[in-house]
């Protein structure tokens, strides 16, 4: 049953009021975070700041195909059936912690003449196994999944961080389809009767590794990423057909990963207390459920959430916070003006 929402909830003076649909319960989880927060602030002047810029760049550009709906094809197996939601599910069953430890080389791969590291190497890992003829659309090949035949697939200069959880996902993933849906992941989505929403919680509640769930200060908090970001995936994929039509993707919040804050922050969006920003700089390790790490986690939910009303309100009515999360997410692959993003070792993000 929804929860009552109470009048405070509700209160449209605040500064973070939740939006009528919150079926995830992300929003209304982080918002005691932001409102609490002592590491982490959010600079509302500099939010709409940023909103505007951004309407002004879409105003500008005349080509309206929005770069955030893109999918990369290059990088990512595609065949239009059942192989492929299952790959696609595996994508992003390991799509997380791809920084190395400090002052190491990242690890990266080499494919069809490009070096890749972070998503894109992990991306590219598995669509090369599969065009070297692993099964990896197949949940009893998954479940099965050994530790020699996994590092061959991220072969490449140094070593996939958190390898023998990457291994212990995979497997998870093979066994959870073959125990529950006939070993296709397109049964689960059809369960979904295309609610955006309702595949992220079916994906949370069968899946414990996409189980992005902490506490702050005895309360639950929900990100969810692994499993939203796997729904908009799905819709990127398939261009909104298909396995990736959904009818409310406007209901998926942010995805709350290392890279949108380290954005977020180098437009003075987010302004960390000196404590936090100095670990950061230094790249020390937040501890995952840390305080800092939530709030900032939580933070970069509701700066999305923000910059998503900010442009509706000056006409950008169809815009969602998978879009601004995508734009944002692209600005931070050319971080090298940018300081550090916060490190911690997770596989939720
Ligand atoms: N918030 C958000 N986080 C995202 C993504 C993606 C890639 N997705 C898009 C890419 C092409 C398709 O269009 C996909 O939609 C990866 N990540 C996260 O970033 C981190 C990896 O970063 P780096 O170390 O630099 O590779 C890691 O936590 C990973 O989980 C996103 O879109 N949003």
């Not at 760049?57 to 195909?65: F, G, K, L, R």
């Not at 190395?100 to 991306?123: D, F």
């Not at 944002?328 to 090298?336: E, H, I, S, Y």
Request: a negative charge; proline letters at 3%; one cysteine or more.
């Amino acid at each position: 049953m929804a929860d009552i929402e109470t009048e405070q909830n509700r209160d449209e003076n605040s500064p973070y009021p939740l939006p009528s649909h919150d079926r995830l319960k992300v929003l209304s989880s982080t918002r005691p975070v932001v409102t609490q927060s002592t590491h982490v602030r959010i600079n509302h002047e500099r939010l709409k700041e940023l909103a505007q810029r951004w309407l002004q760049e879409i105003a500008a550009t005349s080509d309206h195909t929005a770069e955030q709906d893109q999918w990369y094809f290059q990088y990512h197996f595609f065949d239009g059936g059942e192989r492929t939601v299952n790959w696609m599910l595996l994508l992003d069953a390991l799509n997380f912690c791809f920084w190395s430890e400090r002052g190491q080389p990242r690890w990266t791969i080499e494919y069809k003449g490009e070096t890749l590291n972070g998503y894109w190497a992990e991306a590219a890992a598995l669509t090369r196994a599969v065009e070297e003829g692993l099964p990896l659309w197949d949940a009893d090949y998954l479940s099965k999944l050994n530790s020699e035949t996994l590092a061959h697939i991220f072969r490449g200069e140094q070593t996939i961080p958190l390898f023998e959880e990457r291994l212990r996902n995979a497997r998870e993933v093979g066994y959870v389809l073959q125990t529950h849906f006939n070993g296709q992941f397109s049964q689960v989505i059809a369960q979904a009767k295309g609610s955006a929403p309702a595949l992220a919680e079916l994906l949370t509640t069968y899946f414990p590794s996409f189980n992005d769930i902490t506490t702050y200060r005895g309360q639950e908090v929900r990100f969810l990423k692994r499993a939203q970001i796997c729904v908009s995936d799905l819709a990127s994929a398939f261009k909104g057909t298909a396995w990736g039509a959904f009818s409310d993707l406007n209901q998926l919040t942010a995805f709350a990963d290392y890279k949108l804050p380290q954005v977020l922050r180098h437009f003075h969006v987010f302004e960390y207390s000196d404590k936090l920003a100095q670990r950061i700089d230094t790249q020390m390790l937040l501890p995952a459920g840390s305080e800092e790490e939530v709030e900032i986690r939580a933070a970069t939910v509701w700066a999305c959430e923000l910059l998503q009303r900010a442009m509706r309100q000056e006409g950008q009515e169809n815009v969602t916070a998978a879009e601004i999360d995508q734009r944002l997410w692209l600005l931070g692959q050319d971080a090298t003006t940018m300081r550090p993003y916060h490190r911690t070792r997770t596989i939720f993000y």
